[in-house]
């Protein structure tokens, strides 16, 4: 079984651009989450999906961080514009999410590292 | 905020059974214990989770004490590729209960 996807790997970008990552959950999993985990801290989550509406989106910063999941599968994730206290690595995880047990276990992916400047 | 206490770091000699601790005294009755670890440069990684009893799987053994408010995961004989950061989480299962990760512990085995 395919893991969690993320692209690009790495990014590397100076303050005020804009950035965008893309997350391919493992198949048939409904529920998505993106996570920010700073050097030195756990992930921090950032917005859940459930299919394709938002569950939570209580820790994002709207002003500058949007996500979307179309049609329920794939998700991206933007930053504009970026700032230095963004640079961290960027997590996407997805879970399965029915009524049995573990069912609701969250897979990761590995990760987008971006870099400020 | 993390939920759980946990040392910030821990050796343990490849073979051996490493014994990470994790203090939750303000488990609510019903969150359960779940245990992550992260590799590095890789995303965090299930091994476990718990409610009141004991649980064994391939990866690990969780140990849950009568009163909840303490755990501990062991790994019965630790490799080099078990160094990694291990996360002690507590939360509601389903109902979106939210994975809140601490600071882990770091566990570095060494040969």
């Known amino acids: 079984e395919a893991g969690v996807a993320q692209s690009p790997r790495y990014k590397i970008i100076e303050k005020r651009q804009s950035v965008a990552f893309w997350c391919n959950p493992i198949s048939g999993h409904a529920t998505l989450y993106w996570y920010q985990q700073i050097l030195g801290q756990g992930p921090k989550l950032l917005i859940q999906?459930?299919?394709?509406?938002?569950?939570?989106d209580s820790q994002l910063p709207k002003d500058r961080f949007s996500a979307e999941r179309l049609k329920g599968v794939d998700s991206t994730l933007k930053i504009q514009p970026a700032k230095l206290e963004d640079s961290a690595v960027y997590l996407c995880a997805s879970s399965l999410e029915l009524a049995g047990p573990g069912t609701d276990t969250q897979y990761f992916g590995p990760g987008t590292r971006l870099t400020v400047l | 905020d993390a939920k759980t206490t946990q040392p910030t770091s821990m050796d343990c000699a490849e073979g051996r059974a490493a014994n990470l601790p994790c203090n939750h005294s303000?488990?609510?009755?019903?969150?359960?214990v779940y245990w992550y670890r992260q590799i590095h440069s890789q995303g965090p990684q299930y091994i476990i989770h718990?409610?009141?009893n004991n649980e064994t799987n391939e990866m690990a053994s969780l140990i849950i004490t009568e009163d909840r408010k303490s755990s501990t995961l062991i790994l019965p004989h630790a490799t080099l590729r078990d160094t990694a950061v291990y996360y002690c989480i507590v939360r509601v299962p389903h109902q979106g209960g939210k994975l809140i990760f601490g600071q882990g512990t770091e566990l570095s085995v060494k040969p």
């Open positions: 303000t488990i609510s009755g019903n969150e359960y």
């Open positions: 718990g409610l009141k």
């Open positions: 999906f459930q299919n394709n509406g938002v569950v939570d």
